[in-house]
Each structure stands twice: as C-alpha cells, then as structure tokens.
C-alpha cells in the first residue's frame, strides 16, 4: 500500500472557498456565541464537503480559530482549511449613486503561517489603503489615518456617514460595514505584497464575479476590467442554482475573459437558514487532491476537474456500475513462495478514472498491467511479463509463488494465482491492449490479426446499435444472421442455378475442341469405311431355281407359307417395338411420378419450415402466417398417371416375356421356330435361294443401320449430323454465358443488399465519430461495408496444378500473377467484378505468361478429381466475395496504412469509438506516434474514454500521463537487491512525492516528448 495520504490519487469532493466565521465583519450567526453552532454545522455537512476557505475580509482571526478547533480534533471530515482574504480595490461599478467595488480574493496555502499573512502581507497593505472617490477627503485632511481593525473601521464609518447630509444617513449600513466597504486597494499594491518570498508559490487569487461586472464597458473601463479578470487565477460567485453559475460562466467566456468560475457559498448563517448565502449551499466540485496544490491543477484543467452542480456525472456513472470498477489489487504469497523471491507484497488502490503506470524500463509496470488483464478474464495472452520467456519461466516456476486479487467497486472480488492461463470461455471483464498485440498489428498485419480485429469491429460497432435495434440478438453476427438470412438462401438458390448451366457449358466446351470435332471425323470416316467394307460384303446373287410344275407347286406352297411367317414375325416386331417403346414410357412416367412426389415432399418440409422460421414474424406482426402463404397439393393426380404407367408397363413386360404363353415374344419365337422348319423342308437349291434372300434382308438392314439418320448418333448421317451443329456450339455457347453472367449480376445483386444491411448497421458508429471527431480534419477516421475479396487466390490455386502448362503455372509466380489480377480489380460495383470475371476466364483458356498466349485447355491445368464446373461453380459462384466491415484512416485501409498511423487508428479505436464499459487497459499507447500525433489525437482520445470508463495506461513517458491529466500515477520501482521486490507508489499527480517521481522518471528516460519541453510542462503545472 502507498505511503501517500491520498493513494487513490484525484477524487471528486466538494470545496467551498468563501466561508465567513463569526469572527467576520457581517455575519448573521445566532446567540452570544455563535462559534459553537457554527463548528457544529460545518461538521454536520454532508460527507462530500472535504475543504473550506475561511474568508474574514481582511482579518485572520476566525481562520486561527478555526484552525484551533481542527487541532482539538474537531471538523474530522474536512480535510483542508485554507486562509482566504477578501479586498476591495479600487475598480469601482454601478452608478454614482451607488457605486459597488471590486472584491479581490487571496486563497493561501495552508502552509502558511497565519502570522505571516498577518505580518507579511496585511500588515505591508496598511499604507497603501484608500477611500472611495467622494469621501477621499476624510483621509487627505488628516480625519482618519491608522491600521485597519474593527474599532478604527467603525470610526472610519462614523467619519463618513458624519460626511453627507443628514437626510441621506438613513441609506448607509452600520458604521463598521460603512467603514470597510470604502477602505480600497489599488491591485499594484495587492500584487506588490504579495512578492513577498513567503508566499511564492503559495497563493491564488481569484475576482468576485458580480461586482467586477458592474464596471461599464467603455474606452475609459474596458483595459482595467479586462486586466482584473484576466490576472485572477480564478473567478468567485455565489450562485442561486447552478444554471446561474452556468448562465454566469457562458457570458465570461463569450467575453472573452477568464471563466475559470468556481460556485463558493459566501455563507454568512448557519445551513438551517433561509438566505442564499448560508453554510453548505455551494454546488462547487472539484477533482483533485484536498490540497493547495490539487487547488493549483485546475488552472490546467479547469473544464476537467471542476463540476458545478448536484453531482457529478462520473460518481453516478461508477455507482450504476459498480462492476465495471476495479478499486484494489492485493497481492499474495502462495505455499510455493520462497524467501529470497519477494515481488509482490503491497496493495495497490485504483482509481476510478485515468490511472498511469509509469516507471523506468524493466521496473514492473507491464506486470501490473498484465496481472490486472489476467484478474480482469482478458482473452488477450500476449503478455509481455507473464510468458514462459520472463516470469512464467517454466524453471523457476515464479508464477505459481504468488496470488493476486482484484476488488470491484460493488465489493466482488475475484482471486487467481499468477500461473493460471487465459480463460477464453470466461466472461471478459477488461479490454487488454498489450504493447505485443498492438506491435504485432502495427508492424504485420497477419490473417489472425486480421480476424481478430475483425472481431472487434463488430463487438465496437453492435456496441453503438440501438437496443430497440437489435432485435433481441446478442451479438452483431446474430443480428446480422437474422436480417440476411433471407438473402442468403436466394444466392443459395441463385449458385445453385448456376452450377447447372456450368454443368452445361462444360459440356458445350468440351464439344468445341479441335479434338472432339477430330474425334467426330475419324468415327464417321470408320463409319463410312465400314459402309464400304459392308457393301463389298453384299450376298451374292443367287438365280431363283426352276422346278417341275409339281415340285414347283410345292415349292410356292411353302414359300408363301415361309412369307407369312416372315410378314407375321414383321408384324410382331414392330408390336414389340411399340411395346418396347410403352414400356420405356411407362418406367420414366414411374421415376418421374417419384421424383415430383419426392419434390412435393420437400416443398411441403420447406413450407413447414417456412411456418417454424416465421414464427417470431408472426408474433411481432400478430398475425397467422399460414392464412399469409397456402400451399395446395394433389397428390392424386400425379399417382393416377404412375398407377398408369404401373399397369402399362406389366403389359410391356408381359408381352415381351417368352415364358407367357401368348405373349409377344412367345408368338414371334413360334413363328421363327416354325420358318426355320419351313426351310429345312425346301430341296438344297431352294434353301440356298431362301438362305440368299435372308442374308440379302439382313445385308440391307446393316446398310441401312450404317448410314442411318440424324438422330442415330452411332450411324453416319448421326455423325454428320453431329459434325454439322458444331457450327452451332458458339451461339450455343455464347447463350449459356449470357445466362450465366445473367446469374452472376443476381448474385452480386444479392451481396450488394447484404452489403446495404451492414451499411445501415455501422452507422450508428460513423454518427458517433463525426460528433466526437478528435481532429479539425473532416473524416480523418471512418467506418466501411465494403464487399471484399476473401480466400480467392487460395481457393483457386487449390484447384490448379501449378506443373501444368498455364497462366498460373509455378507455385510462387502463379500466386503472384493471380494476386496481381485480385489487387487491380474493383470488387465495388458489378462492371468491376464482371471484368474480373473474364479476366480470370481468358487466363485459364490462354496461357498469359511471358512470351506465351497459346490457348489452353482448362481440364488440362486441373488437378486430379477437379472438374472444370467444379472451378467454375467457384470463380463464378462469388463466395470468395462478402461483406465486411472495415475501418479506415484518411480514407486508407488498414492494411495500407503505416505502422504510426496503425497505431493511431487502433488506439483511437479502442478509447474513443469503443462503447464497452469496462476496463480498458494498455500497454504503451505512445508507441509508432510521433509527437505531433501524441497531442492532437491520442491525448484527446484518452480524455474523452476516461469520462465514460476506467482507462489504465503503461507508459515510459510520464509526461504523456501528466498532459492525459491522469486522476492517479502508480509509480513502479523494482529493487533488485531485495528479492526483486517491485514498490508501487500510487497517488495524484499534484502530490509532491508524485510529481518527484515523474521528474525523476523523465530525467532517467529518452521521453517520447523532447526532454526539456517534458519536464518544463510537469514543473510548471506542478510547481
């Protein structure tokens, strides 16, 4: 635990710097004696009143008492008493009639002796008094001339009511009061007094804000009133309510003048009374130690550290959540601890706001900053300090030695010992950006960085959805699932189209190579020389024999019985073919009947998950979606035509079955058994006659199946018929990839309205930059959807065989010429992505090497099991090409941007857009950003995270922590020589022992600012 009284470093309490004890010239505390009641009341004020100023006018008396009281162990909830005197100069507004001046403040530092305010300071003003203009005269003749006190100021009065005439006398306050409120100050003899040694750097001034408005502006007034306001480090006014403070505060700095203007109660009365001006009523907070010197910060962050009114925001916010807050660390030795390893041994409270880690290289900060993540559940295990090269070192075991715990603001506590890993199933209580991560993505921006920044895009951008726009979903990718999930299936559907046009092209371009058409010609050149070999085969002739009459009646007898078996087994064959043709019919009427009945199946599932899937719908729209979307289906139909072709083909197949004994095929067996007997029973010459007219018949039905017609392919005028359409192939051709482009303008279509839902999500986020924009410059940082190429060149190098002959030949100059074609294409609009279509297309059909341009074929660069529709259903499927968001710098993309301006937009990621409540701790934001870079947009950055969540920082720049206006500096020293013991030192930055150690730090350190300029900013600030 630090030393330092106020460890937690900055807080908010409440200061009231304009109180008047009973001592003072006009109070209105009652009884004789009204210092006990007014001691009770001032420790009866609510808790957050931590400092007053005890302001007398010009006396001291009630400040000693005051300070008597304190040292009896009185007033135990304040914790500072300042001295306050209040003068009037001589700076004079109103009318003449009633003239008001000047109220000029001295607020002293607590370190001075009230002596010496006496001694050093009233004392030296005593011959420098003087009157009001109209009764000047009182003083210059000699009236009145001595050291201010509360009698000579009552004879003062008397001498200046004595001084007008006696009908006016009854317009003027008591003498005293007369006496005071003429005695004037010329601001040259204040600032003079106070050049005094004894108060260098001891005091601050401010002006009350009522009367120095008073004073006219005008060419006489305008320089003085100016140069009084201007001087003060700080202007007092007693507001009504702090819309008055506010109204008050907005006309000071539309005038252009110091509005640093605090809210003071300038009580007179006890709290129970009814006037504005009574102990408690001051709406003044302030963020700083209760010291003189955290007085002092806010002339450097006035806006930052003060807050008029009820309370400020920040208090509410923690308290509202609690468990976003870490407020203590505490470390502990474990079982395993040795004595000569001491570490971790302190406490180490946090502060709720900016809290700064700073220290010498090698002194221990990037270990708190990592311990803290790992209490915090980070999924972030870069780890600069607890990796197995440093503390985790598998040898010494360092890490199973010690605990630590972390307390949250709502009292939960978690404890781990420092060797346990990163749980990324645990809920992230931190967001940890450790100088690894931040290096790693600055300098190499890898694939799993870039998924993991991916990630982050949409954990910030869901962030920014409106509640009442999310739908109920968790994270961004529910959202986005459930608002395209719809999209989606269409491009499904659409893919899916195109996989069967490319199954055709494929097979039109097979077609059209000079190989297929050669193929043609050399079978129909066989077909024709098997029509030349068939007709040098034809039988040859034989005479038909002449026969007695008797031989020859018999020979006709069974010739024509021969013939009508013949014209009956024609007759049959052609009722066979015709049974042959019902029964083809009636199998595919079947497995078309099955496969509809199988679609209407499927549609009907689909219908049914339709209704599932709407369901939500139905109740968001409170209405029936089955009275929305009916579906009618007769299932009759289709099974009275298969019920149909059933029967048909048991016909067929009945007929055309010899084991029945009527059938068909029994019949035409018959009739052929009986024409082979007919011509056992003709004489030898006869026989050979029939045998010719048989081969004859035969020989013409070959010739005739030789030749055949154009739609038997096998035949030759098949051939020429075949021969003949490849003349159509190109039109052919050319339809298809219309079609398919056609498809294709669908598909990117589709992506295109995927993209539009992204665009609508991220700008909620784009709305919140361009109001929050930390730079003069318009739209230095931006949020885009854009449809991105993803995984193209790999998926397509996969299918390749980069040993082929090709465009892509060569496993590095392949990628390489493939990368170049991804890179010089616009993937933005549906032109750009066509173009890069037929780009891909003419460099898979010619070889585009150096030197080449020969046509190539694309079966022919594939790799085994790869088909040509498969690569087309990729290259023209457009999966490779989806919606991302992206992030942009200067309207560049990450991945362009130099590893500064990386960092710049990562960190200014993470504190400013970022809308996550918890914990953000980094490790070194200063790192890769030049100064310039540092002041104008980190430094913001950081302001503007700390008002809505915890920041932690490690930094080796102190002064980085100092211009942040850090609420706490945790100082971190590692003793070497005493078990390497690591000492934090935590507290303010206005803390002296603080600011030492800053000094300290900056002069052991090259700064990321200069030097010299570094510790002139902390000295002036804090000194």
């Known amino acids: ?102 109220n000029y403040h001295i607020i002293f530092s607590n370190e001075v002796e009230p002596e010496i305010i006496e001694h050093q300071f009233l004392n030296a003003l005593c011959s420098k008094y003087i009157l009001s203009p109209q009764y000047d005269n009182i003083i210059t003749c000699e009236k009145w001339a001595a050291i201010p006190t509360k009698r000579s100021l009552e004879d003062l009065g008397r001498l200046i009511i004595d001084s007008v005439p006696e009908e006016e006398r009854c317009n003027f306050d008591i003498p005293l009061i007369e006496g005071f409120n003429n005695l004037c100050l010329s601001l040259d003899s204040v600032q003079s007094a106070l050049k005094s040694h004894y108060f260098e750097g001891k005091y601050l ?116 959540n609690s468990t976003k807050y870490m407020s203590m660390i505490e470390f502990e030795r474990t079982e395993l601890a040795k004595d000569e390893e001491i570490w971790f041994s302190s406490n180490i409270p946090l502060n709720h706001g900016l809290v700064a880690i700073i220290g010498n290289k090698g002194n221990g900060k990037s270990a708190l900053a990592d311990i803290l993540a790992l209490l915090g559940n980070t999924h972030n295990s870069n780890f600069s300090f607890l990796n197995r090269d440093r503390f985790r070192e598998p ?24 060797s346990e890993p990163v749980d990324q199933s645990a809920v992230e209580l931190v967001k940890y950006i450790p100088q690894k991560y931040l290096e790693s993505i600055c300098s190499d921006l890898k694939e799993s960085n870039k998924i993991q920044f991916d990630h982050e895009l949409k954990e910030v951008i869901f962030s920014h959805v409106d509640d009442t726009s999310r739908l109920g979903k968790e994270t961004l990718s529910e959202l986005i699932n459930y608002l395209t999930n719809e999209k989606e299936e269409r491009i499904s559907q659409l893919v899916n189209e195109l996989k069967g046009i490319n199954i055709k092209i494929v097979f039109l371009e097979n077609q059209r190579t000079e190989e297929y058409r050669k193929g043609l010609v050399a079978q129909l050149e066989q077909l024709n020389n098997e029509l030349k070999a068939h007709q040098e085969a034809k ?74 899937e709407s369901s939500e719908d139905e109740i968001v729209l409170e209405l029936d979606v089955k009275e929305v979307v009916t579906l009618k289906i007769d299932r009759q139909l289709v099974h009275n035509v298969k019920n149909g072709a059933e029967t048909l083909k048991l016909e067929a197949r009945t007929s055309l079955n ?136 790999d998926g397509l190098l996969e299918m390749i065989n980069k040993g082929r002959k090709g465009s892509f030949q060569g496993e590095q100059e392949g990628r390489e010429r493939l990368k170049e074609l991804v890179l010089s294409n616009d993937f933005s609009t549906e032109n ?39 690569l087309y259903d990729f290259l023209y499927g457009l999966n490779y090409l989806q919606p991302r968001f992206e992030l942009r710098w200067q309207n560049k993309p990450l991945d362009q941007l130099s590893p500064g301006e990386r960092g710049n937009l990562l960190l200014v990621f993470y504190l400013l857009i970022d809308k996550r409540d918890t914990p953000l701790i980094i490790d070194q934001p200063e790192e890769n950003l030049d100064n310039q870079t540092i002041a104008t947009m980190l ?37 070497k020589t005493n078990g390497n013991r690591v000492i934090y030192t935590s507290g303010a930055i206005e803390d002296p022992k603080i600011t030492k150690l800053i000094v300290d730090v900056l002069e052991g350190t090259k700064a990321a600012f200069d030097l010299r300029d570094a510790k002139y900013e902390v000295l002036e600030r804090l000194h």
């Open 205 to 320: 001034t401010a002006v009350g804000k009522t009367e120095w408005a008073d004073i006219k502006w005008n060419n006489h007034s305008i320089a003085d009133k100016k140069n009084i306001i201007n001087g003060a480090h700080f202007v007092f006014i007693s507001a009504k309510n702090p819309e008055a403070w506010e109204q008050a505060r907005r006309s000071l700095k539309d005038g252009g003048v110091n509005c640093r203007l605090l809210d003071c109660s300038d009580a007179h009365a006890l709290s129970t009374a009814s006037v504005k001006d009574r102990l408690g009523k001051c709406f003044t907070w302030i963020k700083a130690d209760p010291t003189f010197q955290g007085l002092r910060q806010l002339l450097y962050e006035p806006e930052a550290r003060v807050f008029v009114g009820d309370k400020p925001h920040a208090i509410s916010h923690v308290v509202k």
């Open 832 to 870: 750009g992505v066509q173009y890069f279509l037929e780009c891909v297309q003419e460099h898979l059909e010619y070889d585009k090497r150096d030197g080449n341009n020969r046509k190539v074929l694309l079966r022919d660069q594939l790799r085994q099991q790869v088909e040509p529709e498969d």
């Open 939 to 975: 430094v913001p950055a950081i302001k503007k995270a700390k008002e809505s969540r915890q920041i932690i920082i490690v930094t080796h720049n102190p002064n980085l922590a100092v211009v942040c206006d850090a609420d706490q500096i945790i100082h971190s020293q590692l003793d």
């Open 539 to 612: 039988p040859i002739e034989i005479k038909k024999p002449e026969e007695d009459l008797q031989v020859k009646k018999e020979i006709e007898d069974a010739v024509n019985e021969i013939s009508d078996l013949q014209r009956r087994e024609s007759e049959l064959s052609e009722e066979i073919n015709c049974k042959k043709e019902i029964l083809r019919k009636a199998i595919l009427q079947i497995a078309s009947a099955e496969k509809l009945l199988t679609r209407i199946d499927n549609l009907e599932r689909q219908l049914s998950t339709f209704y599932n």
């Open 658 to 793: 010899e084991d029945y004994k009527d059938s068909l095929a029994a019949q035409i067996k018959t009739i052929r058994d009986q024409m082979k007997a007919k011509h056992l029973s003709l004489d030898e010459s006869n026989r050979k006659y029939q045998s010719y007219l048989q081969q004859l018949k035969d020989w013409q039905r070959k010739h005739d199946e030789i030749i055949g017609s154009a739609e038997n392919a096998a035949s030759i005028k098949g051939m020429e018929a075949k021969l003949a359409a490849l003349d159509d192939l190109p039109a052919q051709h050319k339809n298809l990839t219309t079609k398919r482009k056609n498809l294709v303008h669908e598909i990117f279509k589709a992506k295109e309205q995927l993209l539009e839902e992204y665009r609508k999500l991220y700008s909620p986020v784009q709305y919140f930059i361009n109001k929050n924009s930390m730079s003069s410059e318009p739209d230095i940082l931006q949020f885009f959807a854009s449809i991105t190429v993803d995984g193209f060149v």
């Open 1 to 102: 635990m630090s030393d330092l009284k106020y460890p937690y470093g900055s807080e908010w309490r409440k200061w009231d710097l304009h109180v008047h004890t009973p001592s003072s010239l006009i109070h209105s505390y009652p009884g004789p004696d009204p210092w006990e009641s007014f001691i009770i009341d001032l420790e009866t004020l609510p808790p957050e009143f931590k400092v007053i100023g005890i302001n007398d006018y010009i006396f001291i008396d009630g400040y000693k008492r005051v300070l008597k009281e304190k040292a009896k162990g009185r007033l135990a909830n304040i914790d500072l008493i300042l001295p306050v005197i209040e003068l009037r100069l001589d700076k004079f507004g109103g009318s003449s009639g009633h003239l008001s001046r000047v």
């Open 395 to 418: 040898k010494t075991k360092l890490d199973g030695m010690f605990s630590a715990s972390i307390t949250w603001k709502s009292g939960l506590k978690f404890k781990k010992t420092l």
